[in-house]
């Protein structure tokens, strides 16, 4: 008789998977990072049972290059929670940009309405939060 092992081997089935939470870090330098991966580190302490995380970081120089700002970008579209960590209440010129480009991707339609969706009644697409956008020129 073969003895069995008694400890699981093998990758864990969809139902033992917990939940990722994604954070996404845009800090404005180092002593900012350190404070954000604190409260991510306590985070994480507290819902260490119930979910797995995934974190990334950005710092706001990084965010004036334009490969970066689109990576960043796509992090914080898939982000649950984006923590901006700095040492001042002002903003730098390159988050301002990032914050305002990543706004108006996010909340673009896809479709802008045509001049028979607007002869026929056909409503516009809204921005994604119910806002109407304003008619096309």
Not at 18 to 37: G, M, N, W
Request: charged share 25%; with cysteine.
């Amino acid at each position: 008789m073969r003895a069995m092992p008694t400890s699981k081997t093998g990758a864990a089935s969809f139902e033992e998977l917990k939940p990722v939470c994604q954070i996404l870090i845009l800090h404005e330098d180092f002593t900012a990072y350190s404070r954000a991966v604190e409260v991510c580190r306590r985070v994480m302490e507290r819902f260490a049972s119930e979910l797995d995380f995934d974190i990334k970081c950005w710092n706001f120089i990084e965010l004036a290059d334009p490969h970066c700002a689109r990576h960043a970008a796509k992090s914080a579209g898939a982000s649950d929670i984006i923590l901006l960590s700095m040492d001042t209440a002002e903003t730098t010129t390159e988050l301002d940009r990032w914050l305002a480009d990543s706004f108006t991707a996010r909340f673009r339609p896809a479709v802008r309405p045509t001049e028979a969706d607007r002869r026929f009644g056909i409503p516009r697409p809204t921005t994604g939060i119910g806002f109407p956008l304003p008619a096309a020129r």
